[in-house]
T-cell receptor
Framework: NAGVMQNPRHLVRRRGQEARLRCSPMKGHSHVYWYRQLPEEGLKFMVYLQKENIIDESGMPKERFSAEFPKEGPSILRIQQVVRGDSAAYFC??????????????FGAGTRLSVL | EDQVTQSPEALRLQEGESSSLNCSYTVSGLRGLFWYRQDPGKGPEFLFTLYSAGEEKEKERLKATLTKKESFLHITAPKPEDSATYLCAVQATADSWGKLQFGAGTQVVVTP
């Protein structure tokens, strides 16, 4: 019973490059969430997606960041023209959302992004 | 503005020394409160969810309680394997179903 799978686990990029982070939700889960954890800070919500739909992107920076969850394949968090301030751990979570009471988010191990 | 505050920031316990972690929140309406455990280099692991004041949940040495303004995570007779950062998160009625607001966490170290 595979959990939420994120890859790569570690990603190093130089300033100005693009970073693509992938997330495969747990089997049977159709809702995906992305969070960012900056050093010495708590987890911050970024975006909530269902298949082919962005439900809530209130936590996404206005520029350079985008997310998608296509009909087939993993969810992708894309950061264009990375800057040093983007260095953080990015976590993906998924949930089945079959009932309100069961909307528990299960997290992956995260992708650690380092921008040189 | 919604806030989730956890205290203390860090807690050092002797094995068997029971203690409590606090999570206070200010949101216009609470849909649910969640406790997670996070080990270094790993993602948060779900522990409990609480929905209404007076509710309690228990799992092994952990017990979570909820009032109208705060939640407590009680650790009874902890063992070294209980060492972790414990995260509290709230889901507010004003937010989408997907948005959790996390506190900064309490880092717990249990020594033998």
């Amino acid at each position: 019973n595979a959990g939420v799978m994120q890859n790569p686990r570690h990603l190093v990029r130089r300033r100005g490059q693009e970073a693509r982070l992938r997330c495969s939700p747990m089997k049977g889960h159709s809702h995906v969430y992305w969070y960012r954890q900056l050093p010495e800070e708590g987890l911050k919500f970024m975006v909530y997606l269902q298949k082919e739909n962005i439900i809530d992107e209130s936590g996404m920076p206005k520029e350079r960041f985008s997310a998608e969850f296509p009909k087939e394949g993993p969810s992708i968090l894309r950061i264009q023209q990375v800057v040093r301030g983007d260095s953080a751990a990015y976590f993906c979570a998924s949930s089945p959302f079959d009932t309100i009471a069961k909307n528990i988010q299960y997290f992956g191990a995260g992708t650690r992004l380092s921008v040189l | 503005e919604d806030q989730v505050t956890q205290s203390p920031e860090a807690l050092r316990l002797q094995e068997g020394e029971s203690s409590s972690l606090n999570c206070s929140y200010t949101v216009s309406g609470l849909r649910g409160l969640f406790w997670y455990r996070q080990d270094p280099g790993k993602g948060p692991e779900f522990l409990f969810t609480l929905y209404s004041a007076g509710e309690e949940k228990e799992k092994e040495r952990l017990k979570a309680t909820l009032t109208k303004k705060e939640s407590f995570l009680h650790i009874t007779a902890p063992k070294p394997e209980d060492s972790a950062t414990y995260l509290c998160a709230v889901q507010a009625t004003a937010d989408s179903w997907g948005k959790l607001q996390f506190g900064a966490g309490t880092q717990v170290v249990v020594t033998p």
